[in-house]
């Protein structure tokens, strides 16, 4: 029900209540039991043991889940049917690795979901608020969740409002509702009905939960509690709305995809051809035959799974949310890690995120001139500058400052850590620190100082309707009425100006004062009026408003705006830079909204299109589809619309961040790629719908956030071509003993394979993945920040990943088989055979893991500046040595200890395909590089 435009009457009767008793108890229990508590509805968490099986659904995971089965079948076959205990022990332990891969990969996603969700609570500052109730004639104090509909309230400044009100009587009575509405301002209440179409923002005669009251005092109906208010509307706005899959997911997802197909395929080939060979061969298949088939398969599979996939992955993001924490980012899921490295476009609310919620004179007209004031926030530090460029003469504008104090009610305070803070309106406080800045003081004027006596005779407080507030003072036995005001109103009753000292008529200057306000008004400045007027006793004591607001000396004129950020105009110039779109999107007004994105560098000119909500409503999908690629700012809109622009925006493929603080960015961040909440001002439900969330609420932490992602992404990128390059050279070295070998060589059958399956799995968890993890700590490359974002719908193979990875995989396959056969054809053991082709693999990589650290080549790194790759290339290579010599591995994984000269001709002879191609692409790049540069020339 539109209650705004409802009379006081008619609402009071709907509700069936008393403005003058309030409900009785029988009634306030009957609502309890039909509307509930005054609470709204939050996503219950789920248990610790639910998270950790989440963690199994990951197609990777699936596959691993797979290879160990079959393996445990492989085992049981061998223990009951061909009775080779050794070979089933062999299944065994593999089958015992891949499951303790997947708990080690589970345990890290579970520990980081947990540690966030920790993290948040320890961030959480709920509490219980109380309100003040008339229930069976009698004001009483009761907790906020226990107000129902009908309950009258009252709220005095200070007071936190919980549930939705239509106010029945205000007293100078203002709301901050920027948490709901995205304004900064405090909006003055009253109970005059508003139309039916009137927007959330402008009805003046509702008070809404979520917000606080700032000056005067108020009561009120209650008229919606919990998922029935305007919070709980937008709450329900969330649900139903799916989490966005991240762009790593869904690369993942469909690279898992395509392995599933190429391994199950590549498995069914081999099996099919090495059946069809004995059967051509023999005649027959042999129990020996069909032990060295499911040992070739089973080693195939293996091979074709990037097994430590999934472990390095959670890894290396577990290894980026703690980059980000360090810079203050709180990531609340890994997969979310990498995503702003992908995005696009940012979408941020103005209030409290690129603007800082504080309330500030910026500029000010006194005495004929105009001063640039420094300094914002509440803390009372900075200078004034003249606009001309003179010298500053305090006496210029000391009275202004005087009287822009008097005429006031607010104060700043410091709190423990010395951090100042405001208590009254807004408005009021950025006076009070205009004047703090130069020394004048409220409190230190109104004490007695001999020469200089002033005393506060009366207080005639602002109100909506005269949009005025007046302060009688006495000072030195005269009597002067200090009046501040809006200046539309102000300008019609004065009668002189202040100008060098010097009171003139209005109309010399009157021309000089509305150019300045024009100009004020153009750069987003609210302007409030400054003026006095000495009057009689008679009138300082007796004279209505009316009486003493007239005659008046305009004193000068202040500009105040909430400030932007310092940092955010650096960071959007930087994301630009980046080829990531900056977007304001906000419930403040359309001029504020474009003067501050100008002043941040959202916008360039002012003839850029500003779209508001209004604008929205009369837009049809069609027409936003065509503007919202171009449009960088939009002004007065509602969650709603902000979902509308953000659901657009993906539909267009960008990949968006939606940025906020109060309730009403809630669901734009849950429809959102990527949400991300202030972690300091935001609110509870904010940082609930959010992924990431900012400890210090600072707009440059999503600038270093990107460049994390991008760097995160990249070292992504490379230690998947390091992993799927192995995994091309472990197939293709068994696929070519299966096709190739079809007669005994040496010792070995035509049925042994290259590597054994647990060969294959050291490869893939030790000299593989180890290496592959310390490239989640490379330091970014140079250019990270000035490449566009990647195409979050592109495959991970693009770009020649695809190409680079079968060159490098198939000839260091092609090594490893070499390797193998010249083994064989030396008389060489099974065994050893198998350990010379191991450590090529090993070492290839190893060599390899250094052209992988780079999109273009080996030369292109310093080899040492990541000193954890150092170490963990040591380790590989060192304990891949070592399963070669100790008896218990020689067992477990079939390995031979080897003379010292094959140790290091292996280490040697391994690292040639890795030099020789990254010298022929260095090569390549040469030329490119130079045949670029003629044509610049």
């Known amino acids: ?86 070979h089933a022990m062999a299944s065994v332990y593999e089958a015992v690795a891949i499951l303790l891969i997947v708990m080690i990969n589970s345990g890290l996603t579970f520990h980081q979901t947990r540690s966030a969700q920790k993290s948040l609570e320890a961030l959480s500052n709920m509490r219980q608020h109380h309100m003040h109730v008339l229930r069976d004639s009698n004001w009483i104090s009761v907790a906020a969740s226990e107000l129902v509909p009908g309950d009258i309230v009252s709220v005095k400044s200070g007071d936190f409002i919980d549930g939705d009100l239509r106010w029945l009587k205000t007293a100078e009575l203002q709301i901050n509702e920027s948490h709901l509405t995205g304004e900064s301002d405090a909006i ?24 606080t009251v700032v000056n005067g005092n108020g009561i009120g109906v209650v008229v919606a509690t919990g998922m029935n208010t305007e919070l709980g509307k937008i709450s329900n706005l969330m649900q139903g709305i799916d989490d966005q899959k991240t762009p790593i997911e869904k690369s993942v997802h469909g690279l898992s995809k395509k392995l599933m197909i190429i391994a199950g395929l590549i498995i069914l080939l081999t099996i099919g051809y090495d ?95 105009v001063y640039d004031i420094e300094g914002n926030g509440y803390t009372p530090v900075g ?37 100042w803070r405001p208590f009254g309106n807004p408005t009021d406080v950025s006076l009070v620190v205009l004047a703090a800045k130069q020394g004048i003081k409220r409190d230190a004027l109104l004490e007695d100082q001999g020469s200089r006596d002033i005393d506060i005779v009366r207080i005639l407080p602002f109100d909506s309707t005269r949009k005025m507030m007046t302060v009688v003072i006495k000072e030195n036995g005269d009597y002067y009425s200090l009046t501040k005001g809006a200046p539309d109103v102000v300008k019609g009753l004065t009668t002189s100006a202040m100008i060098d000292g010097n009171a003139q008529p209005i109309s010399e200057v009157a021309d000089n004062i509305e150019e300045t306000m024009l100009n004020f008004a153009n750069n987003a400045l609210r302007t409030i009026s400054i003026t006095q007027r000495r009057v009689t006793k008679q009138q300082a004591l007796n004279a209505p408003s009316n009486e003493l607001e007239q005659d008046l000396c305009f004193l000068g004129l202040v500009g105040i705006i909430d400030p932007p950020r310092e940092e955010v105009r650096a960071s959007v110039k930087k994301l630009t830079e980046a080829a990531v779109n900056v977007v304001m999107i906000t419930g403040d007004h359309a001029a504020t909204a474009k003067a501050i994105a100008k002043q941040l560098g959202i916008i360039k000119t002012d003839d850029a299109r500003v779209i508001t909500g209004r604008d929205l409503e009369n837009m049809t999908e069609d027409d936003l589809a065509t503007a919202v690629l171009a449009t960088r700012v939009y002004a007065r809109v509602t969650p709603e619309h902000k979902q509308r622009i953000i659901k657009q925006l993906q539909a267009h493929e960008q990949v968006v961040a939606m940025t906020g603080d109060g ?107 180890l290496p592959s993890f310390a490239l989640g700590y490379d330091e970014p490359e140079a250019d990270v920040m000035k490449q566009r974002p990647r195409d979050a719908n592109q495959s991970i193979l693009a770009n020649g990943m695809l190409r680079r990875v079968l060159i490098r995989g198939g000839v260091m396959g092609g090594a490893v088989f070499i390797a193998f056969i010249w083994a064989a054809s030396q008389g060489f053991s099974i065994a050893q055979s198998q350990t010379i082709a191991f450590l090529t693999l090993v070492f290839g990589q190893l060599w390899h893991v250094y052209d992988a650290r780079s999109a273009r080549t080996l030369f292109d790194r310093n080899p040492f500046t990541n000193s954890r790759l150092t170490l963990a290339v040591g380790f590989a290579a060192t304990s891949s040595i070592l399963v070669t010599v100790i008896p218990f591995f020689n067992q477990v994984m079939g390995t031979a200890p080897l003379s010292m000269g094959l140790y290091v001709g292996i280490i040697i002879l391994s690292a040639l395909p890795t030099f020789i191609l990254s010298g022929i692409k260095e090569l390549v790049w040469w030329l490119r590089d130079r045949r670029v540069n003629v044509v610049t020339e």
């Open 1 to 86: 029900m539109k209650w705004y435009s409802q009379s006081e009457k008619s609402v009071l009767e709907t509700l069936e209540t008393s403005r003058i008793s309030g409900l009785n108890e029988e009634k306030v229990q009957l609502r309890h039991q039909e509307y509930g508590p005054n609470k709204l509805q939050t996503a219950k968490q789920e248990p610790a043991w639910k998270l950790f099986i989440k963690s199994f659904k990951e197609p990777l995971i699936i596959i691993l889940l797979v290879a160990t089965a079959l393996a445990l079948a492989s085992a049981t076959y061998d223990f009951k049917v061909t009775g080779d205990q050794q």
């Open 188 to 211: 003055n209440k009253d109970t005059t009905v508003v139309a039916d179409d009137t927007e959330l923002g402008d009805r003046t005669n509702m008070g809404y939960s979520g917000s």
């Open 275 to 369: 059946i069809a060979k004995q059967l051509l061969q023999v005649g027959a298949i042999s129990i020996d035959s069909l032990a060295g088939i499911s040992s070739t398969s089973i080693a195939i599979a293996v091979a074709s799974i990037p097994d430590a996939m999934p472990v390095v992955l959670s890894i290396v993001l577990t290894i980026g949310a703690k980059m980000m924490a360090d810079q203050k980012g709180l990531v609340k899921s890994l997969s979310s890690v990498e995503t702003l490295g992908a995005t696009t476009y940012i979408a941020s609310d103005k209030t409290g995120t690129l603007t800082k919620n504080e309330m500030t004179v910026t500029r000010f007209w006194a005495n004929g001139k």
């Open 383 to 419: 200078d004034f500058i003249r606009e001309d460029g003179q010298t500053v003469n305090n006496k210029d504008y000391q009275r202004f400052l005087e009287v822009a104090v008097l005429n006031n009610e607010a104060e700043i305070k410091p709190d423990d850590k010395q951090n």
């Open 663 to 769: 309730i009403n960015d809630a669901p734009a961040l849950k429809a959102a790629n990527i949400g991300i909440a202030m972690g300091i001002n935001g609110t509870e439900v904010t940082k609930d719908a959010a992924d990431l969330i900012l400890l210090d609420d600072k707009f440059t932490t999503i600038e270093k956030s990107v460049e994390s992602g991008r760097t995160i992404f990249a070292n992504i990128l490379n230690f998947m071509r390091h992993e799927l390059t192995t995994n091309v050279a472990e197939v293709l070295s068994l696929l070519l003993g299966v096709f190739l070998i079809t007669s005994p060589i040496g010792r070995i059958t035509e049925v042994t394979p290259t590597l054994t399956a647990l060969m294959v799995l050291w490869v893939n968890m030790i000299s593989d993945s």
